[in-house]
């Protein structure tokens, strides 16, 4: 069983799809999949309530223009099964909050918004995760590296709830950076950094709906060093990380990347990572203009997705419930 899942809190960039989408896509075949669009996380940092609903219609979409078939995979949006929400609950009763303080990127977070303007939701973010995962019991988690210190405190969560209330909950692995890398793509303009939906400005970030021209002028803009040519051995983070997207996206295994970029000009890497970036994202921004173009079949299909997840969610919810030992609700005709 594999959950995974994405805030509509941005533009989805190359980052979510060479971290996620991607080794989902591949995957999916595999197991019993489960991919939720996570909207209530959203709601953990600044957001236009007249956007986040479309904005959620739209990473649908995408992950599906993106190759996750609705009738292999489940589909879902997170706040259309309440039981999230309810799990969360039960589990931020056993998880300490010196476990959740100490979490990076609420530190990341909460240093850039300032403390006076971070939601007590922001702290609690990766509880409703650890909720998401449990509730389907899952054993994988695909997710990109940024998200191993969450999967860490699922598992320690449902640890320690499995020693109060016996064994309940399946601890999930994760799965991070399988079949040719991209599990950190970095910030094009601060390789230091991840890239990443809410940093401010836009140079940083390759968006999947990113026109050619766009990505092209992004790309050629990426900070490097103060090299001219290509050296695999010693690149820096900038030079590095257009090597590592190159290699995500072709597929090319190291000798090939040698063969093609050692001692070039970095001008040249830049136009090959600008042309095989457009050449992935071409033809799923067309297939996403296709699947927006039918709201209401797209609405259909997440409306099926939210039916299958609930009755897994519902089951194995009242388990959890009676293990904490709440009074089961009376049935009701
Ligand atoms: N730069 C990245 N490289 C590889 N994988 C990445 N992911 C995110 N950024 C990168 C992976 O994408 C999935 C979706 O993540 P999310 O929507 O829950 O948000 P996030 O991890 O917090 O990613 P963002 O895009 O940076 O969003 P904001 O800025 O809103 O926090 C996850 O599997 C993640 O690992």
Redesign the pocket.
Known sequence: MVF???????D?????L????RPWVLDQDRYRNYFCV?DL??LS?PHDPRELAEKTRQVAALYIAAGIDPGVSTLLVQSHVPQHTELAWLLSCVTPVGWLERMT?FKD?SRRRGAERISSGLLTYPVLMAADILLYRANFV??????RQHLELTRSVARRFNRLYGEVLVLPRPRIGRRGG??????LDDPES??????QGEAG?IGLLDPPERVRAKVMRAKTDSGRAVDLESAGAGVANLLDIYRALTGCSREQLARQFQGQGYGHLKAAVAEVTVATLLPLQARYRELLGDRGELDRVLAEGDRRAQQVAAANLSEIRAAVGLLRPPATS
């Open positions: 995974s899942g994405m805030q509509p809190s941005g989805l960039h190359l980052g979510n060479l971290g996620a989408l996570v996380h959203a940092g990127q977070k695909p997710v990109g590296e940024d998200q991209g599990a950190r793509v970095m910030a991840k890239m990443s939906k809410s940093a970030r």
